[in-house]
């Protein structure tokens, strides 16, 4: 989906990130991680567009990222930031509804079409029931479906989801993840995700990548990532692992 070739960002005389070279496979959930301030917002950013790179060249599909005009970077990409704008005085169904805007004409009415991807993404998030709900009222979990269902009626290949699970606890993380990979096998979508559990990307994603220091120090399947030197180098920190006889899932854990 991404390639990035000696991609550099920084501010004033800061790099935020050093020369970086990534794929990211479609079809596939990539999961970021590392330290707060280790430059995964900042890559999502450059994904999404909102940073341009200082050095270096980004493409989709062989295509430079800033070669598509803005609704058509829409219909490939959508993006949910680590804090979501407010949302008082609307609706699920409204707040889903904003995710056709790539998708309508001239004078911005909603077709048949748009209300059927609506809906559809409503279904598939789980939110049927609250369709009519205002947004604000709904719990953490229920409140970044309702995100996640905007950026499925948005219909993007690609979704670029920055720290989704940061506000919520440990069972609806789950959930959020379950149903973010369900999407991904059902929709053949491509989902890069910052998370900071690691049990949690080794559970839900395909790849991973580790960054330090704005510095990508490791990638690959959770199995090559879920190894104790690895860890180490990742969190600066001893972790021991065992492998769960229900799954045969590595988990990292203190000893």
Known sequence: MFTLK???????????????????????????????????STLMKLLSRQYHANRGSIDIAGKPLQGFEHKSFARKVSYLPQHPPVTDGVTVRELVSFGRYPWKGAFGQLNSEDHQAIEQAIEHTGLTAYADRFVATLSGGERQ??????????????????EPTSALDVHH???????????????????????????????????????????VIAQGNPE?????DVLKSIYGMDLALFRNPANGQLISYIP
């Not at 090559?224 to 104790?228: D, H, R």
């Open 6 to 40: 000696d991609v550099s960002y920084q501010i004033d005389n800061t790099v935020i990130l050093h020369p970086t070279n990534l794929t990211f496979p479609p079809g596939k959930v990539t999961a970021l991680l590392g330290h707060n301030g280790c430059g995964k």
């Open 145 to 162: 479906r309702a995100w996640v269902a905007m950026l499925l009626a948005q219909q993007s290949e690609c979704l670029l989801l920055d």
């Open 173 to 215: 993380q789950y959930e959020l993840l379950e149903m973010i990979r369900e999407l991904n096998q059902r929709l053949n979508l491509t989902v890069v995700i910052v998370l900071h559990d690691i049990n949690m990307a080794a559970r839900f994603s395909d790849h991973i990548i580790a960054l330090k220091s704005g510095q």
């Open 224 to 228: 090559q990532i879920m190894q104790t």
